[in-house]
């Protein structure tokens, strides 16, 4: 009988509550010995358990389906049975471990954990849903859900996010939200069944969906079971508040627009407000051989490199979008800083088809910049994009390495990777007190660049 045969399996397992992070613990372990990325979970060999496990799986299938149909309902209105949330509390916030916290706490601000404790606000989740808030002797946070979603937060003194979660098994998936590297996985309604040592709620209900980020120094984990609850789990996390790195699009909107027609100024109008207007308070637009724009920069040692970057960014958008638009044809752009005698004046090298840009988006660019950050050893700083046309990123990092004083020090790689396939990138690289001691920027319709390691076809 399938009843005895599910008593068999768990008996002696069913009153252990192992560390709430042992799964993980060995999941990266086993991603670091073996040579090749295999499935997260392996059915046992031994022929003994083969008649067992049938059962089991029976037994879970059909409650992951029923499970699936009850979690389908709209608008987050089904609740957890209470057999469910006394095996969730049961395994995510063992006794005498966890004590209880009354949930006016987590609005009020709960002690060793960030202010406001960083918690969904969907349909699936949210203050009004909240069941139950745990917290253990490590300062270690359990938000417990009506509907069964789970929160765990703790805090992180364990390297970049890169780092950690490149030791993730190959069948996580790796993402963005809101600016952070965060990792998934599907819930699987069987897997439980066929282990022998897990949570009181994974025998039951199986190995739940999964979303682990790192926001503000604290790892963030939200957790479902059931079949198919990682979409909505998802769903849930991408409503978490953001984070202090979230990707910035400039979206400004403040330069003056001075001389053209109303159709070049209104095109201007509409790149400019993807650049920064502290910069750039300024464009002329004047007519020679063709239309010609001048950019007014603004003065200073140190705004002088962005603020010009920025500037062939808005010309290079300009020339292009004024040909597609029909608007006369801009035959070339003067970069202007107002204490300084002589504009830098530029004409358009032929427009090359080949220099059309990506328009791929700010969480993809954030992520591979991060990771090539991670590879370079070095420590980001800020994080913005300039979109005049496509998006630019400016990438401020640090270094610690003591030979950055030295001259003619660069970085191992530039995180942007190969900025000619978007509008450009700027690169600049401080070290511990705050000087600039490397810098690259590139502006792919301009085709002019400069840095302070050799000329990049500078002006």
């Known amino acids: 009988m399938v009843p005895d045969a599910w008593s068999d399996l768990v008996r002696g397992f069913d009153g252990i509550d192992p560390p709430l992070d042992l799964r993980q613990r060995v999941e990266q372990r086993e991603a670091r010995l073996r040579p090749t990325a295999a499935p997260r979970w392996h059915l046992p060999r031994a022929a003994g358990w083969a008649l067992a496990a049938g059962g089991a799986a029976a037994v879970a299938v059909a409650l992951a389906l029923a499970a699936h149909s009850r979690r389908s309902e709209p608008h987050g209105g089904w609740r957890a049975p ?13 006794q005498p471990g966890y004590s209880r916290l009354p949930l006016s706490s987590v609005t009020g601000g709960v002690a060793g954990q960030p202010m406001p404790t960083p918690r969904p606000s969907s349909a699936l989740a949210s203050d009004r849903t909240l069941d139950s808030a745990w917290q253990d002797k490590n300062r270690d946070l359990v938000l417990i859900w009506t509907s069964g979603v789970v929160e765990t937060i703790r805090a992180w003194h364990e390297g970049s996010a890169a780092d950690a979660f490149s030791r993730f098994p190959a069948d996580f998936d790796r993402l963005m939200i809101g600016g952070d590297l965060a990792v998934a996985h599907a819930s699987n309604p069987r897997a439980g069944a066929l282990l022998g040592y897990a949570t009181r709620a994974e025998i039951r209900y199986g190995t739940p969906a999964s979303v682990e980020l790192l926001r503000g120094g604290f790892a963030v984990t939200l957790y479902q079971y059931g079949g198919d609850t990682l979409p909505g789990l998802l769903a849930a996390a991408r409503t978490l508040p953001p984070g202090d790195m979230a990707p910035t699009v400039i979206n400004d909107g403040h330069t003056v627009i001075k001389g053209g027609t109303e159709g070049q100024r209104a095109l201007l109008r509409s790149i400019m407000r993807g650049i920064d207007s502290r910069l750039v308070p300024e464009v002329r637009v004047g007519f020679g051989s063709g239309a010609e724009v001048t950019f007014i920069i603004k003065d200073g040692e140190t705004t002088r490199n962005l603020a010009t970057w920025q500037a062939w960014l808005a010309a290079g958008a300009f020339r292009e979008l004024s040909r597609i638009h029909g608007l006369p044809e801009v035959s ?50 800020s994080l913005r994009f300039a979109k005049p046309f496509n998006l630019a990123p400016i990438v401020i990092a640090r270094t610690d390495d003591p030979r950055a004083e030295s001259t003619g020090w660069t970085p191992k790689l530039n995180p942007i990777g190969n900025d000619g396939l978007l509008e450009g990138g700027f690169f600049e690289v401080i070290d511990a007190s705050g000087k600039v001691v490397f810098f690259v920027a590139h502006s792919t319709r301009t085709q002019t660049g400069m840095s302070n390691a050799g000329d990049l076809n500078s002006r």
């Open 82 to 94: 209470a057999t469910e949330l006394a095996a969730v509390r049961a395994s995510f916030a063992p």
């Open 332 to 381: 070339g752009y003067n970069v202007n800083e107002p204490s300084l005698p002589i504009p830098f004046g530029h004409s358009f090298l032929p427009r090359n088809a080949d220099h059309a840009t990506s328009n791929v988006g700010a969480e993809t660019l954030t992520l591979s910049i991060e990771r090539n950050l991670a590879t370079a050893h070095l420590a980001l700083v």
